[in-house]
């Protein structure tokens, strides 16, 4: 009978009755109740192959039948809509219109439904959900979550770095000084050593088989984003490494790689901190590309009415996408440390609150092999290449050296091993003023240190921390042996460098804002950098001539208010 209504009035137009996953790449999601869908082929009493109505051109999928009805089983021919509050439905009813104007009631409450449905649909999922269950991403694809989590304000360095208060509120926890007692005024004291269970360095080397999006979509960078994760929530900031990609090698993803004039070529080598045994705990690997869509291939796609079409309606313009994330725990299951060496972690597909999602595997020999029949047998099966999306990650041990600076760091952090000393003498000018320096050791309100609230906005911007690290190497290598052992000295020079080379910088109205992932942008920033730390940031500042414009000063930009950074610092897990 459904056959014959889909004669006589059009394809049959059934609608969701409850949400349901797709589990494999045939099938499609349905992610909102009254989700209007076009049935292609019925001759599975169990399983009918239908594609979105409001995009019929999209790839078809099946959908379980007992998941759906056809629109006209709840809308009477007869007029009374889907509000009339009868439950009982007639046989005739359900018959195909009989006359004209039976047929027009039938199409406009259809189009009725459409709308709301397509309102529906969009108000309960992401633009991503959507271009998954039409077909445009491959199986697995989600919104970053590492990317919205840094967007709504948390997993940010800059409060990993902020002071952490004690329980009674009235002392620091992670600020104690070493030697002689707080009180003195000896500068040469240094901030006491914090140890935590886990102080390691983990490299991204390669990730195989990743899967790529289809087109009509530009990938525009691609990166990693790690975070610590105990299987229920992030737990510290997040940390992005950059990956270099060949068109030759489509599903492979290369990280040791030196890019720029600010690269020293370690950005795909950090530091994990966290003084937690938690048994959960490990770090979360989120294989993200940042996209843009092909406005050429949307302006030319068509309808078969020819009207034009937009298969990617309904997602930005640009945005962040997860191809998949993996785990890997910091500890074994008696407790103990995980092995330094290099460990292949798998890519599951959705979010890391999912479970049991897959994403696509790239079609190879083995699974040509397995669809024609002609696998070779068990052994040839040993040769053929391992199509598991994965990424490869190599714990070790830190440096002596990088191991004594990162014990001035917060117990829990993830930073670029290359960045350990500028956050190591961040944290000494931090203890410096807040604990020795008597104008400020017993107050607790906001006052003026600009690089107390300088650095941590620094910290956040990955290439200016690359600018500040690469002036600061090269004025470590001009300074005397002397001045290098005098702490003092040290720190009042680092905050002299900050403020001179990286401090503009950030008030320059001419350059670009940082945006992640987008290449014409990144480019245009590094440009403006480079020319300005490579000039006399003094002749720039003093003269107009110079032609740079700058941000209106502003009180607020060296303020620093210590409370106001610990409540800050308090949210993050």
Not at 44 to 60: G, I, Y
Not at 207 to 217: A, K, N, R
Not at 245 to 264: I, K, V
Not at 438 to 444: D, G, I, M, S, T
Request: hydrophobic share 35%.
């Amino acid at each position: 009978r459904d056959s014959k209504r889909a004669t006589a009035t059009g394809p049959l137009v059934v609608e969701a009755l409850y949400k349901y996953e797709a589990q494999n790449n045939k099938e499609l999601s349905m992610l909102a109740v009254g989700e209007l869908f076009q049935v292609r082929d019925t001759s599975n009493d169990d399983w009918w192959l239908v594609v979105p109505a409001d995009d019929p051109h999209s790839r078809p999928g099946y959908v379980p039948r007992k998941y759906v009805q056809p629109v006209t089983a709840r809308v009477k021919v007869g007029g009374g809509g889907p509000d009339d509050g009868s439950e009982e439905e007639d046989e005739e009813e359900l018959s195909a219109p009989s006359d004209d104007e039976e047929l027009n009631k039938s199409q406009s409450k259809f189009k009725q439904l459409r709308a709301e449905s397509r309102a529906a649909a969009t108000a309960a999922r992401s633009p991503a959900d959507a271009l998954k269950a039409r077909g445009h991403l491959p199986h697995g694809f989600r919104a970053s979550t590492l990317a919205s989590e840094l967007r709504e304000g948390r997993s940010r360095t800059s409060l990993a770095l902020a002071p952490k208060l004690n329980d009674t509120g009235l002392g620091y926890a992670d600020l104690l000084l070493g030697g002689q007692a707080a009180g003195s005024r000896d500068r040469q004291q240094r901030l006491r050593p914090f140890f935590s269970c886990v102080n390691r360095a983990f490299s991204v080397l390669e990730g195989h088989s990743v899967p790529l999006p289809h087109t009509g979509l530009t990938v525009e960078s691609r990166h990693v984003r790690v975070s610590l994760f105990n299987k229920s929530q992030f737990v510290g900031n997040a940390h992005a490494v950059r990956a270099a990609w060949n068109a030759d090698y489509p599903h492979t993803w290369r990280f040791n790689h030196r890019e720029g004039l600010f690269s020293d070529g370690r950005e795909h080598i950090g530091l994990v901190r966290c003084n937690s045994k938690d048994a959960n705990l490990g770090l979360l690997f989120e294989v993200c590309l940042t996209y843009r869509r092909s406005e050429k291939r949307s302006s030319s796609s068509s309808s078969s009415s020819g009207k034009s079409r937009d298969e990617f309606a309904g997602l930005e313009r640009e945005g962040e996408l997860s191809t998949g994330w993996g785990f890997l725990p910091l500890y074994k299951a008696d407790g103990s440390p995980a092995e330094n060496r290099t460990h292949q972690v798998k890519l599951h597909g959705g979010t890391p609150f999912d479970s049991g999602l897959l994403i696509d595997r790239p079609k190879g020999r083995r699974e040509g092999a397995d669809a024609g029949g002609g696998g070779g047998g068990v052994f040839a099966q040993l040769f053929l290449p391992n199509k598991t999306p994965r990424l490869y990650v190599r714990l070790a041990n830190l440096r002596r050296s990088d191991r004594q600076l990162s014990a001035a760091l917060p117990a829990s952090l993830l930073t670029p091993i290359s960045a350990i000393p500028l956050m190591a003498m961040y944290r000494e000018i931090l203890a410096d003023t807040l604990l020795v320096d008597p104008l400020y050791r017993n107050y607790a309100g906001p006052f003026f240190q600009a690089t107390l609230k300088m650095f941590p906005k620094i910290a956040d911007q990955p290439d200016m921390l690359a600018v500040m690290r690469t002036v600061w190497n090269g004025e470590l290598k001009v300074l005397k042996r002397s001045q290098k052992r005098n702490d003092a000295f040290m720190r009042a020079h680092f905050q002299t460098v900050m403020m001179q080379k990286v401090w503009p910088l950030l008030y320059n109205l001419d350059c670009p804002e940082p945006r992640w992932g987008d290449k014409v942008q990144e480019q245009a920033r590094f440009e403006h950098i480079e020319a300005f730390v490579k000039e006399d940031s003094l002749d720039a500042l003093s003269h107009p001539d110079a032609g740079y414009v700058f941000e209106p000063f502003h009180v607020s930009e060296v303020t620093f208010h210590p409370l106001l950074a610990a409540a800050a610092a308090a949210t993050m897990p």
